[in-house]
């Protein structure tokens, strides 16, 4: 790591590839994942993640994909990994199982364009946002629901986003940017910032700016997740590469990438390159720069470097949810420490293991349900605080929780910039105004 956590660190060693399947030869047969897996707990779907993980995964090559379809029943919340005393990547195994499948043309045609659709939020986003008002009505309208069940499978009561009315890039453009910071970093803003919460990215800017820091905001793409979710690898392998072309030469010169979707920092970093075997030089450089928003404040705070004096207060009690993407990461609870910082701010935070949504696996209306009881106890624990909103860092996490409860949801950035006395958009603005 660099000196300073804004500059670069370009003596990236060489990775020493190890294919994820060959972890499996850890697995001691303990079943701690099984017990931690939110999945098997609420259905008989899927077996647990040891039995579609090692031990499925000594059973399948390329001519035989998987021994059954049981794997897709996997939402990739990592909760397994995280407890895996042998460091088994269960996970990632289920990911290239399903992956097999996929390749395999084992899915329904239906499904799979469902699947495609749904994987592709910068696609959907181009269409839907430059007419948000009427692509917003046919969504949420019972008309709209009902086709999206019928032609589609997807459920009726799945999280849809409401487009923005503007996209965040324009509004990033055409705004008249402070004089140029002491140091620069690149922001990701991802599609959910993009196209449907604009609101994220500008608090995120405002938190940067504050600090004194130059934000960029070079051109980018989808991260690719949902596509490797759904096992289309060659089309998140796509995605992925044009991100490394575009925003590795801001590597090279010095810059860090600083995202506030949690997903999307885990995929530059992690995912992706685990994912697809995808370990070039560029790949790695651009994984070891890359930050979530509150990891990298946590760090400025370490350092004594970030803005704490003059907060304003905000007198809430708020629910936190830190989703699973979050925790994959490994970073401890830098949301929890910046929160901390913002006077009269009361944060009680989950013991839910996930929200259930699982990025697109709630919006399926054959595990909707399943998204749904996984969640249960954690849309119960959102109206024990009964707060007047919520707090988590991942879009579709926040999506979920807000359509199962009614309470509204924002990423924790927004009350940062708050406390930094910036104008506050959408739920946030109507509880401090």
């Given at each position: 790591m660099s000196q300073n956590i804004w500059e670069a660190h370009l003596d990236v060693p060489s990775h020493t590839h190890r294919p994820v399947e060959l972890t499996l030869d850890n697995c001691i047969k303990c079943n701690i994942c099984v017990t931690a897996c939110p999945v098997t707990a609420v259905t008989d779907l899927f077996p647990g993640p040891k039995y579609e993980g090692p031990q499925a995964g000594r059973f399948r090559h390329a001519r035989q994909p998987s021994p059954d379809h049981s794997v897709d029943y996997c939402n990739g919340c990592r909760v397994c990994n995280m407890v895996c005393p042998t460091g088994v990547r269960i996970a990632e195994i289920n990911g290239r199982a399903r992956h097999d499948i996929v390749t395999a043309g084992q899915v329904p045609l239906r499904r799979k364009l469902r699947n495609n659709l749904i994987a592709r939020p910068e696609l959907m986003g181009k269409f839907g946002q430059p007419v948000a008002p009427a692509a917003n009505r046919l969504l949420h309208s019972g008309l709209g629901r009902f086709l999206a069940k019928v032609l589609l499978e997807i459920a009726p009561g799945a999280p849809l986003p409401r487009f923005s009315r503007e996209r965040f890039s324009r509004w990033a453009k055409k705004r008249q940017a402070p004089a140029p910071g002491r140091h620069k970093v690149v922001y990701f803003h991802g599609c959910s910032t993009e196209y449907f919460e604009a609101r994220v990215g500008k608090a995120a800017v405002q938190v940067l700016e504050a600090n004194g820091f130059e934000v960029l905001i070079p051109p980018q793409n989808c991260c690719g997740l949902?596509?490797?979710?759904?096992?289309?690898?060659?089309?998140?392998?796509a995605y992925h590469e044009r991100n490394i072309h575009k925003l590795v030469d801001y590597v090279k010169q010095g810059c860090v990438i600083v995202g506030t979707s949690t997903s999307c920092t885990l995929t530059l970093k992690e995912e992706a390159p685990e994912l697809l075997s995808y370990y070039t030089k560029d790949s790695q450089l651009l994984a070891a720069n890359t930050f979530d928003i509150h990891e990298f404040l946590g760090h400025l705070l370490d350092a004594g470097e970030l803005k704490t004096e003059g907060l304003t207060s905000i007198p809430l009690t708020l629910a936190y949810h830190p989703p699973c993407q979050y925790r994959a990461h490994r970073?401890?609870?830098?949301?929890?420490?910046?929160?901390?910082?913002?006077?009269?701010?009361?944060?009680?935070k989950s013991r839910a293991a996930c929200c259930g949504v699982g990025g697109t696996y709630g919006y399926k209306a054959e595990k909707h349900t399943i998204s749904m009881n996984m969640g249960?106890?954690?849309?119960?624990?959102?109206?024990?605080?009964?707060g007047p909103l919520a707090v988590c860092d991942s879009e579709t996490c926040r999506w979920h929780i807000a359509q199962a409860t009614g309470t509204p949801f924002i990423h924790p950035i927004e009350l940062l910039a708050a406390a930094y006395g910036h104008d506050v958009e959408g739920p946030l603005a109507a509880v401090i105004k």
């Open positions: 949902p596509l490797l979710s759904n096992g289309e690898f060659a089309a998140a392998q970073i401890g609870q830098p949301s929890m420490d910046i929160m901390a910082l913002i006077p009269d701010l009361t944060v009680i249960q106890s954690l849309f119960d624990f959102v109206h024990e605080v009964n």
